[in-house]
């Protein structure tokens, strides 16, 4: 009686298993002159969907926050999915893949099936513009690149010194998220935008991303304190600040603290455009750095 | 081999079929055949490596529960796992800080091995009392081995300029990867093969092994001569293991218990039925991260048997009446 039972155990799902595939037909193959992106990258995603071309994407990164959900997800920053890749027949594969090695499959596999594959550095400011540029260019589409310059002449007017940003902003200390020690460096895409709009960043050492304690952030003493914490509540910025709320920091006690919660604050991509001009509002609405008293030195 | 351990491993044999069809009919979209001979290649890939791994995995589990007396032992619990990873993590690391770029594909092989053994050798050296080995000592070490190990990965991860994110998902969760090269399946594939072929041919001395030192030395067997025949054994398949896909836990402690509470503990059947049942499990679970679609890409493996293994090894832990 075991027997039977096991015996059946392992052919009932066998059976119904093979009973229930489906023979596909594969799906319709792109016809000539037809762009099918795949998007394999947050951020790309962002700039290819600013450039109006959201329709022609036919598969999205497994981390993207932009996309329809229905895109199918073809992988990740730790791999490809080559089977839901393949199914997607791309035309284009626009990727950052960033100092890693480039997955080998994906390189053959595009140069066998004729997919354009480009990969992108998307680390600086600058990179975002000749990334946005290049993506209209890859894409060979007029529309695109029409949006591509407006996007362009838009990152121009964003990312430039505001009348009144430097007086208010200071040596800014930019923090991710909820959790106040992680911070931007030099180098970020973050420090460049307050640079750009007239501040400067507090943390002047070390890498584009640093891990700070709350005795760290004391002694950089900054004049101001962002916060990018996408989709946070603005009005909850204190609580925001964790331990540093307690730490008798300059910029907490004069109110020059704010949270930047634009849902793709921490994407490098064309969302940067809005992401300083918040940041703009944001630093706008504080009161200006008082000079010290004569006869103080200041650090 | 007796009519109940024939008849288990018929039965194995036949989940190994139906896990492989049904990983083979596991698709982006559901239950469906492959479209074309890109896929087809593509499952073959993902459907030999999980059988190498799950085979692997379980017949290191059969080699450590015979080498140190302890039926919870298994390459995860022992640590085994993530000292081949963090063996792996730290060439990667070395490979960075001389070429520059982050070689995730396909790892040297050697530094899995030494992590596996190096954490071996740990284990087995402190995991005694009096020496002798003692369970709860072992158990006890390899869980802090495996979070000390687990700990300097995330430490080589956060030197890297990504801060490890490529690679956490495969070294430090386990995932069988797309772009594993066939050689290395084949180099993998090959050692597991005749591990487990050396481990069934000696059975018998395993199976004396099981019992206390005089008693197995009374039947013959060269118990010095076994034992470091058991911890290379154990080592290199889970360094095989962890070079197709990383640190994957507790089917090298299922299997083998299943199967002995289904054909009995004689080392001979136990070692090959162990090694289907893991292969099938963890082919299984390679079927399920393909049609579990959460519309956020495929789940890790790991993820998936450790869920599935963690509540099997805690109610082990209880019916061998051990604290943790």
Same mark, same amino acid.
């Given at each position: 009686?075991?027997?039977?039972?096991? %015996?059946?155990?392992? %052919?009932?799902?066998?059976?119904?298993? &093979?009973?229930?595939?489906?023979?596909?037909?594969?799906?319709?193959?792109?016809?000539?002159?037809?762009?099918?992106?795949?998007?394999?990258?947050?951020?790309?995603?962002?700039?290819?969907?600013?450039?109006?071309?959201?329709?022609?994407?036919?598969?999205?990164?497994?981390?993207?926050?932009?996309?329809?959900?229905?895109?199918?997800?073809?992988?990740?920053?730790?791999?490809?999915?080559?089977?839901?890749?393949?199914?997607? !027949?791309?035309?284009?594969?626009?990727?950052? /893949?960033?100092?890693?090695?480039?997955?080998?499959?994906?390189?053959?596999?595009?140069?066998?099936?004729? /997919?354009?594959?480009?990969?992108?550095?998307? &680390?600086?400011?600058?990179?975002?513009?000749?990334?946005?540029?290049?993506?209209?260019?890859?894409?060979?589409?007029?529309?695109?690149?029409?949006?591509?310059?407006?996007?362009?002449?838009?990152?121009?007017?964003? /990312?430039?010194? !505001?009348?009144?940003?430097?007086?208010?902003?200071?040596?800014?200390?930019?923090?991710?998220?909820?959790?106040?020690?992680?911070?931007?460096?030099?180098?970020?895409?973050?420090? !460049?935008?307050?640079?750009?709009?007239?501040?400067?960043?507090?943390? %002047?050492?070390?890498?584009?991303?640093?891990?700070?304690?709350?005795?760290?952030?004391?002694?950089?003493?900054?004049?101001?304190?962002?916060?990018?914490?996408?989709?946070?509540?603005?009005?909850?910025?204190?609580?925001?600040?964790?331990?540093?709320?307690?730490? !008798?920091?300059?910029?907490?006690?004069?109110?020059?603290?704010?949270?930047?919660?634009?849902?793709?604050?921490?994407?490098?991509?064309?969302?940067?455009?809005?992401?300083?001009?918040?940041?703009?509002?944001?630093?706008?609405? /504080?009161?200006?750095?008082?000079?010290?008293?004569?006869?103080?030195?200041?650090? | 081999?007796?009519?109940?351990?024939?008849?288990?491993?018929?039965?194995?044999?036949?989940?190994?079929?139906?896990?492989?069809?049904?990983?083979?009919?596991?698709?982006?979209?559901?239950?469906?055949?492959?479209?074309?001979?890109?896929?087809?290649?593509?499952?073959?890939?993902?459907?030999?490596?999980? *059988?190498?791994?799950?085979?692997?995995?379980?017949?290191?589990?059969?080699?450590?529960?015979?080498?140190?007396?302890?039926? *919870?032992?298994?390459?995860?619990?022992?640590?085994?796992?993530?000292?081949?990873?963090?063996?792996?993590?730290?060439?990667?690391?070395?490979?960075?800080?001389?070429?520059?770029?982050?070689?995730?594909?396909?790892?040297?092989?050697?530094?899995?091995?030494?992590?596996?053994?190096?954490?071996?050798?740990?284990?087995?050296?402190?995991?005694?009392?009096?020496?002798?080995?003692?369970?709860?000592?072992?158990?006890?070490?390899?869980?802090?081995?495996?979070?000390?190990?687990?700990?300097?990965?995330?430490?080589?991860?956060?030197?890297?300029?990504?801060?490890?994110?490529?690679?956490?998902?495969?070294?430090?969760?386990?995932?069988?990867?797309?772009?594993?090269?066939?050689?290395?399946?084949?180099?993998?594939?090959?050692?597991?093969?005749?591990?487990?072929?050396?481990?069934?041919?000696?059975?018998?001395?395993?199976?004396?092994?099981?019992?206390?030192?005089?008693?197995?030395?009374?039947?013959?067997?060269?118990?010095?001569?076994?034992?470091?025949?058991?911890?290379? #054994?154990?080592?290199?398949?889970?360094?095989?293991?962890?070079?197709?896909?990383?640190?994957?836990?507790?089917?090298?402690?299922?299997?083998?218990?299943?199967?002995?509470?289904?054909?009995?503990?004689?080392?001979?059947?136990?070692?090959?039925?162990?090694?289907?049942?893991?292969?099938?499990?963890?082919?299984?679970?390679?079927?399920?991260?393909?049609?579990?679609?959460?519309?956020?890409?495929?789940?890790?493996? #790991?993820?998936?048997?450790?869920?599935?293994?963690?509540?099997?090894?805690?109610?082990? *832990?209880?019916?061998?009446?051990?604290?943790?």
């Amino acid at each position: 009686m075991r027997r039977i039972l096991l %015996a059946a155990l392992v %052919a009932l799902p066998t059976f119904l298993m &093979l009973a229930g595939c489906k023979d596909q037909a594969p799906s319709p193959a792109a016809q000539p002159g037809e762009t099918r992106i795949v998007a394999l990258s947050p951020a790309i995603a962002l700039i290819v969907r600013d450039l109006g071309l959201e329709g022609r994407i036919v598969g999205r990164h497994a981390f993207d926050l932009a996309l329809d959900k229905s895109i199918p997800v073809v992988g990740d920053q730790s791999g490809v999915d080559y089977e839901s890749l393949a199914r997607a !027949q791309p035309t284009h594969i626009l990727l950052d /893949w960033g100092s890693r090695e480039l997955p080998p499959r994906l390189a053959t596999l595009a140069a066998e099936r004729s /997919w354009a594959l480009r990969d992108y550095t998307m &680390l600086s400011l600058a990179d975002i513009r000749e990334t946005t540029l290049a993506i209209a260019e890859d894409l060979d589409d007029d529309n695109a690149r029409a949006r591509a310059a407006a996007l362009a002449q838009s990152m121009d007017d964003a /990312w430039s010194a !505001q009348p009144g940003f430097r007086e208010r902003c200071g040596r800014c200390l930019i923090l991710f998220g909820a959790d106040s020690t992680g911070a931007a460096g030099p180098g970020s895409f973050h420090a !460049q935008l307050i640079e750009s709009l007239g501040g400067a960043s507090a943390v %002047a050492e070390g890498a584009p991303f640093v891990t700070l304690d709350a005795e760290d952030v004391r002694r950089l003493d900054p004049d101001s304190i962002l916060i990018f914490a996408p989709g946070a509540d603005p009005a909850r910025a204190a609580d925001l600040l964790g331990p540093l709320a307690h730490a !008798q920091l300059r910029a907490v006690e004069a109110g020059r603290f704010a949270v930047i919660a634009h849902t793709h604050g921490l994407t490098p991509s064309t969302a940067m455009i809005d992401v300083a001009r918040e940041t703009s509002a944001a630093v706008l609405a /504080w009161p200006p750095i008082a000079p010290p008293p004569s006869g103080t030195l200041t650090p | 081999m007796n009519r109940r351990e024939t008849l288990v491993l018929a039965a194995l044999a036949a989940l190994v079929v139906a896990a492989v069809a049904l990983r083979l009919a596991a698709s982006p979209d559901g239950l469906a055949w492959p479209l074309d001979e890109f896929e087809r290649n593509l499952r073959a890939l993902r459907i030999v490596c999980a *059988l190498t791994v799950g085979a692997a995995l379980a017949a290191s589990g059969v080699m450590l529960q015979a080498l140190l007396r302890n039926p *919870l032992a298994e390459p995860a619990v022992l640590g085994l796992t993530t000292g081949a990873g963090l063996g792996v993590v730290i060439s990667i690391y070395i490979a960075y800080t001389t070429t520059g770029a982050i070689i995730l594909y396909a790892p040297p092989a050697l530094p899995a091995l030494v992590g596996a053994l190096g954490a071996l050798a740990v284990v087995g050296a402190l995991g005694q009392r009096r020496g002798l080995i003692d369970p709860v000592s072992l158990i006890l070490v390899g869980v802090v081995l495996s979070l000390i190990c687990g700990a300097g990965i995330v430490f080589v991860q956060h030197l890297l300029p990504d801060r490890g994110v490529a690679m956490a998902t495969r070294w430090v969760t386990g995932a069988i990867s797309d772009e594993t090269p066939w050689s290395r399946v084949a180099m993998v594939g090959g050692a597991t093969t005749l591990a487990i072929a050396l481990g069934m041919f000696f059975g018998r001395a395993l199976d004396a092994a099981s019992l206390s030192d005089d008693e197995a030395r009374s039947v013959g067997v060269p118990l010095g001569l076994l034992r470091a025949a058991l911890f290379i #054994g154990s080592g290199a398949l889970t360094a095989g293991a962890v070079l197709i896909a990383g640190p994957i836990g507790f089917v090298g402690l299922v299997a083998p218990h299943a199967v002995r509470r289904l054909a009995g503990p004689r080392h001979r059947s136990l070692m090959l039925s162990s090694a289907l049942l893991g292969g099938a499990l963890i082919v299984l679970a390679d079927a399920g991260v393909r049609l579990i679609d959460l519309g956020a890409g495929r789940m890790p493996i #790991g993820v998936l048997t450790a869920i599935l293994g963690g509540p099997a090894f805690l109610w082990l *832990l209880r019916r061998e009446r051990l604290q943790p």
